[in-house]
């Protein structure tokens, strides 16, 4: 965890992109060797910028979300632990996005 900077109040949010940049950079890996673009996939603004139109939109949404999914859960039990720990009084350390206490018990 960073200490936030003058203004910036976001450097949480921060460290988690930091977790979830290479799952997404491996899924858009995966994508542009998996598929064939057409000239569909993309749209050109009248100010000449291309976008990526839909339904590839919404495909590189949902890769996303899933490639993301785990390593961020775990990384957000992992912070939330952190600051249990550091707690005078005792937390319970639950892990409902992962699951990992539940599955250590069995």
Known sequence: MHRPKEHKSHS???DLVKVARPHVDQMVLDLVT????T????HE???GQCT??????REIIERARKAVQAPLAEATED???ILADSCDTKVK??????????????
Do not use: I
């Open 12 to 14: 949480m949010a921060l």
């Open 34 to 37: 998996e598929r064939t673009f």
């Open 79 to 81: 912070v939330a632990h």
């Open 93 to 106: 350390k639950r892990t409902p996005l992962t699951k990992r206490t539940l599955k250590a018990t069995h």
């Open 45 to 47: 603004t009248a100010e």
């Open 39 to 42: 000239r569909r996939d993309f």
């Open 52 to 57: 990526v139109g839909s339904p590839l939109d």
